[in-house]
């Protein structure tokens, strides 16, 4: 197993400075070959490496219709990724294990109203989705965007937050947790939001979320009382995870390898769970 | 089981062994401070084919090592370098003697989760190039309940070769895989007479009837999976302390982390043994913890051991050979364990 838990090389192309405590790293995998077979669908991970450092998971946060490069976008949380931030410059090399994981089923998708819902750092994997979206709209009904952080410096791709608001093709939304000056947008927590502003229709919708623990609790209670059946309900799970090869143990849920089986689950999938969280 | 059965003497047994020790790179109990290990051996008189005690660590550090390097690096001006670290004897061809049916069963039950998906090459050609002798052990150890689990302990086919020291005082030599058949054929010369079945049989209902520990199994898994709210799993655990030692000295725990070592410009990434036991386990950047408490790991423990694996792989993780019992600093048993919370009402 050892030659599977070797990464591969990638330059560092770009630092992108998101929000205080998020950095973008854009990666390019530095052997041809490497680069070629390296095909990943969105909703996957990969397990990062600051040799030296130590080894840490992140959502790939771009779609794969534009290749080349890829990104992943870093929260500074704990030891690794705090040397992450400090350390890591454009030109350096970094390493890279994956692509790992399920992925968002955007085939059973087509020809359905997509709502996303984020919080914070919780983009970073429904970006990848709604780029490939974008790139894909003809296969897609209505694209509804709901993100919300707590202030304004909070919210990450500020640059494409601005695309998708200039894009006719998709609704945004978003929101700030206080009220700040100079904000015209919407004030108030994800759930609110999405029962008082967005109010989505049920009919045809899939719904995909990722963000906080307690955001999710929360608009998943919402979105129970708007009536979305658990199934059309997508999420990506936090847990802690090593190895990405179903084998370390850790990302263990019951009889699940998060991992393997994930991180993609429907909302009726997590609740078959047994209850650690 | 139509494999034939050779019959040899104490003599002829340790001629044996003296034989297979000289032509192959051999591993076989060794008494290390009151204590059986398995070990490279190079001439009988260093091992214990027989040991009579079940051995305190298992099979499981010759194909799943404590630690072992992933690959060093090396920054310069002009990048990083990875160099892959690459075990070259994976090739080697290795006999271990004396072993207990407990610890080859246990690697059968990680074949399961190294082979599926993703496969662990390493494990796999260190399994193939591994062939195992086992002595059928004379009475049961007073933390063991081999026979009270989901497997035919009787009829198993986790090693080779069986040795079987009958009552007559003669040795019976079975092979129970084609392997071991073949490995027999080569390497001993005198057939048993038609009764070395019944001898073979003798010995075993002796054996299984020396069982101090036994449980409904199939009973207990349900129970434990009813009983995942129980506040019983923080009552049978509340002594624990947490040292992982049940985990590293487990033959079946095979959970591992990562961890980089760096000295100026070069490093080390190695992979070692970890445990599910720990607080830091499940700890995630930022300071979630979705076990944050002792009884929850247990609980995670023991329905590893006893459920989930069960569900995923079809085989119970746990192959009651009680080590981690004999181990313990304070006494606690997962034979205790799951059936304090299996039986309470």
């Not at chain 1, 963000?211 to 979105?223: A, D, E, H, R, V």
């Not at chain 1, 995870?241 to 263990?252: E, H, T």
């Not at chain 2, 003599?11 to 076989?28: D, P, S």
Request: hydrophobic share 35%; net charge neutral; glycine share 6%.
């Amino acid at each position: 197993m050892e030659q599977l838990l070797v990464p591969m090389l990638c330059r560092v192309e770009k630092v992108i400075s998101e929000t205080p405590d998020v950095n973008t790293f854009r990666l390019r995998i530095k052997d041809e070959n490497q680069l070629q077979q390296f095909n990943w669908r969105p909703g996957q991970f990969v397990e990062f490496s600051l040799l030296g450092y130590g080894e840490c998971t992140f959502c790939i946060a771009s779609s794969p219709t534009r290749k080349g490069t890829f990104d992943c976008s870093i929260k500074k949380a704990g030891s690794v990724t705090a040397d992450i931030h400090s350390l890591i410059e454009e030109g350096m090399d970094v390493g890279i294990r994956g692509p790992f994981g399920n992925w968002f089923p955007y085939d059973e998708m087509k020809g359905k109203n997509l709502l996303f819902i984020g919080g914070g750092i919780g983009l970073a994997p429904l970006r990848s989705l709604i780029q490939y979206c974008i790139d894909n709209r003809g296969d897609y009904k209505d694209i509804t965007i709901l993100y919300g952080a707590r202030s304004s410096a909070d919210l990450v791709y500020k640059e494409e937050l601005k695309e998708w608001q200039a894009n006719p093709s998709i609704k945004l939304v978003l929101t700030i947790d206080r009220p700040e000056d100079n904000w015209n947008d919407n004030v108030g927590v994800v759930p609110k939001i999405l029962e008082e502003v967005v109010k989505p229709s049920i009919e045809n919708t899939k719904v995909i979320t990722c963000g906080p623990p307690i955001m999710i609790k929360y608009t998943l209670l919402s979105l129970d009382k708007l009536g979305f059946e658990p199934k059309n309900v997508i999420t990506t799970l936090e847990m802690k995870m090593q190895c990405g090869l179903g084998k370390c143990g850790r990302c263990n849920i019951g009889h699940t390898y998060v991992c393997k089986d994930g991180p993609v689950f429907t909302y009726e999938q997590l609740k078959a769970l047994p209850d650690e969280f | 089981m139509s494999y034939q059965i050779y019959q040899t003497d104490k003599a002829g047994l340790a001629q044996f062994y003296e034989n297979i020790i000289g032509k192959n790179e051999t591993y076989a109990p060794v008494l290390n401070f009151e204590k059986y290990e398995y070990k490279k051996v190079s001439k009988l008189a260093d091992c214990n084919p027989e040991s009579p005690i079940v051995l305190t660590m298992s099979m499981k550090p010759l194909f799943f090592p404590k630690n072992s390097a992933i690959l060093k690096y090396k920054e310069s001006s002009e990048g990083t370098e990875i160099i892959p670290d690459a075990e070259d004897d994976l090739a080697k061809k290795r006999v271990v003697l004396g072993v207990k049916h407990c610890d080859a069963r246990a690697l059968q039950v990680l074949d399961k989760v190294y082979q599926w998906d993703y496969h662990d090459e390493d494990y796999r050609k260190r399994r193939e190039n591994t062939l195992i002798i086992s002595t059928r052990c004379e009475k049961a150890g007073a933390h063991c309940f081999c026979t009270s689990l989901d497997y035919d302990v009787e009829n198993s086919d986790a090693y080779d070769v069986m040795v079987v020291k009958a009552a007559d005082g003669n040795y019976y030599l079975q092979a129970h895989t084609d392997k071991g058949d073949a490995f027999l054929k080569e390497n001993t010369g005198k057939l048993a007479a038609n009764d070395g079945i019944e001898k073979i049989k003798e010995q075993y209902t002796a054996f299984a009837a020396s069982f101090a520990l036994k449980m409904n199994y199939e009973e207990v898994s349900k129970r434990l999976n009813e009983q995942f709210d129980s506040s019983e799993f923080e009552n049978a655990t509340s002594n624990c302390i947490s040292c992982n030692t049940c985990s590293f000295i487990c033959p079946t725990c095979h959970c591992f982390k990562i961890s980089d070592e760096k000295i100026k410009d070069k490093g080390i990434r190695y992979k070692a043994y970890d445990s599910c036991n720990s607080p830091y386990f499940t700890l995630m950047a930022g300071g979630h913890n979705p076990r944050p408490v002792k009884y929850r790991r247990w609980r995670q423990r023991a329905m590893h051991k006893f459920v989930y694996y069960k569900e995923r792989f079809d085989v119970n993780l746990c192959v009651g050979c009680g080590k981690c019992a004999i181990s313990c600093p304070v006494n606690i048993h997962i034979f205790d364990v799951v059936n304090q919370v299996a039986n309470k009402a």
